[in-house]
């Protein structure tokens, strides 16, 4: 059966960087983009780009163009965001998500990111 | 970007009673294949958002058939035809027919 596994929950630093790692399993991971998806406490969901495990190609959405970063490595089937200069505003869930016909159909655990000082 | 205009944006509902969730966007959401990308996920409390339908009306694999999914163009419906205490949770839609995908605010379903 498909599955997101993300990692564990990570708390930063103001000024500091995090990644969030997404291993895939039970698809061929390079068939399929994976999306990243953010839900500050209490809000809704924001759609935050995508990566084409294929070719590594990625797409944002304008409030995260230049700011996040997204990767992967096909050889263990893993996608990863990097998100670098943390503030407080940017703690939240992160979850990646797996595109399926011009939407999401399987999604990750969740990562909680806590932005403290 | 297309915005995506839940309401009501908080249902609360009576066991066994109908609950419908209205959807609006900003632009058309039919595709140039004739299709409309239009999605319905729950999130219940504490869980990961869950696809119920796709495509505006297509039930996912294990979504109970008092789900369906309705609409056209720009105005969509989420009906729950009879509430179950499980389908406590918020929902929302999403549109997969322009970039970037966009979400509704969600709409919190509550039993009364």
């Known amino acids: 059966q498909v599955q997101l596994m993300q990692s564990g929950a990570e708390v930063k630093k103001p000024g500091a960087s995090v990644k969030v790692s997404c291993r895939a399993s039970g698809y061929t991971f390079t068939d399929y983009y994976i999306h990243w998806v953010r839900q500050a406490p209490g809000q809704g969901l924001e759609w935050m780009g995508w990566?084409?495990?294929?070719?590594?190609?990625?797409n944002f959405a304008q409030t995260f163009e230049g700011r996040v970063t997204l990767t992967r490595d096909s050889s263990i089937s893993t996608a990863y965001m990097e998100l670098p200069t943390l503030t407080f505003d940017d703690t939240a869930v992160y979850y990646c998500?797996?595109?399926?016909?011009?939407?999401?159909?399987?999604w990750g655990q969740g990562t909680l990111v806590t932005v403290s000082s | 970007d297309v915005v995506m205009t839940q309401s009501p944006l908080s249902l609360p509902v009576t066991l066994g009673q109908p609950a419908s969730i209205s959807c609006r966007s900003s632009q058309s959401l039919i595709y140039s294949d004739g299709i409309s990308y239009l999605s319905w996920f729950q999130q219940r409390p504490g869980q990961s958002p869950r696809r119920l339908i796709y495509?505006?009306?297509n039930r996912d694999s294990g979504v109970p058939d008092r789900f369906s999914g309705s609409g056209s163009g720009t105005d969509f419906t989420l009906k729950i035809s009879r509430v179950e205490a499980e389908d406590v949770g918020v929902y929302y839609c999403m549109q997969g027919t322009h970039w970037p995908y966009t979400f509704g605010q969600g709409t919190k379903l509550e039993i009364k």
């Open positions: 990566i084409n495990p294929n070719s590594g190609g990625t």
């Open positions: 495509k505006v009306s």
């Open positions: 998500a797996r595109e399926g016909l011009n939407s999401i159909d399987y």
